[in-house]
């Protein structure tokens, strides 16, 4: 009898829930809603989406009028300065743990401070928290980038919500000699941590894993990354990729989904493994 187990943590965290929720809200008969850049890194979803009326746009150029939903990634001011110039209607759907990062960031460079956010600078996060703190700010996501910043008078970190906790320690501990005037905001969210944990744990009790998510979505291929350490792991988006071969000769297979991925495709998967 094969067992099939999913993950004590896994899908959808609180932020993505809530700006799901604000997008479906915000579609009425009268206005078409868009979301600046895909609401999250799920193809099926922002397809599910766009069939219940929730446009994409990559930017604010591209219409003239109707609902943006910011996600909950967050922006940058400038995007609320154009999106009320412009005349459209807004629908916030930052992550408030998002939104405190980058009040914490936009604070202590009001202090003084230069701002270091611990984080991938290319993540749309990290970009809204570094135009939050504004010019000068920099990201580090590495102990030698941390390295090479240069000494500074007061120095004010915070960290991309999605950051691993250890790294972060880390990273900080080399900051730490950059400055003899540091503050420290720790702004990581423990959804990523969590998911990962449960993860590892579930990895290492089962024979094969299925990790389900967006191919584009950095935290699923964490996720599928953490698993290979532990056991055999394959990383797909739909049930539709759960393949036979698979399931010859293992008896226990484990289940986990990255921060974006729906429950509905989940419940899929783990049905189709129950009937292998
Ligand atoms: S991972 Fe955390 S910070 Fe990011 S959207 Fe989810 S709850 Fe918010």
Request: glycine residues 8%; charged residues 25%; aromatic residues 6%.
């Amino acid at each position: 009898m094969r067992e099939v187990y999913l993950a004590e943590n896994l899908g959808f965290c609180y932020g993505v829930k809530r700006a799901i929720q604000l997008a479906e809200d915000s579609v009425t008969p009268q206005s078409r809603s868009y979301t600046l850049g895909p609401i999250i890194h799920n193809p099926q979803m922002v397809a599910r989406l766009a069939e219940e009326g929730i446009g994409k746009i990559e930017t604010l150029d591209e219409i003239a009028q109707g609902t943006v939903i910011v996600r909950s990634h967050g922006v940058g001011p400038h995007v609320y300065e154009k999106i009320e110039a412009k005349g459209l209607n807004l629908v916030d759907a930052t992550c408030p743990h998002v939104r405190k990062a980058q009040n914490a960031a936009r604070q202590l460079s009001d202090d003084g401070c230069q701002v270091v956010i611990v984080g991938d600078k290319n993540h749309p996060e990290v970009r809204s928290i570094l135009e939050w703190a504004g010019e000068g700010a920099v990201a580090v996501d590495t102990e030698e980038e941390a390295a090479g910043l240069p000494m500074y008078g007061r120095l004010g970190i915070v960290s991309q919500t999605t950051f691993s906790g250890a790294r972060f320690k880390k990273i900080v501990s080399v900051l730490l000699d950059k400055s003899s005037d540091v503050r420290i905001i720790r702004t990581i969210c423990t959804a990523t941590d969590l998911r990962q944990s449960a993860a590892v744990k579930l990895a290492g009790e089962v024979e094969l894993m299925i990790v389900v998510g967006g191919k584009n979505s950095a935290n699923t291929t964490k996720l599928a990354q953490l698993c290979s350490e532990k056991c055999k792991t394959y990383h797909i988006e739909t049930a539709a990729e759960v393949c036979d071969e698979w399931f010859a000769t293992i008896k226990k297979i484990g289940i986990t989904a990255g921060a974006s991925t729906p429950d509905w495709i989940i419940k899929e998967v783990y049905e189709k493994c129950q009937k292998k």
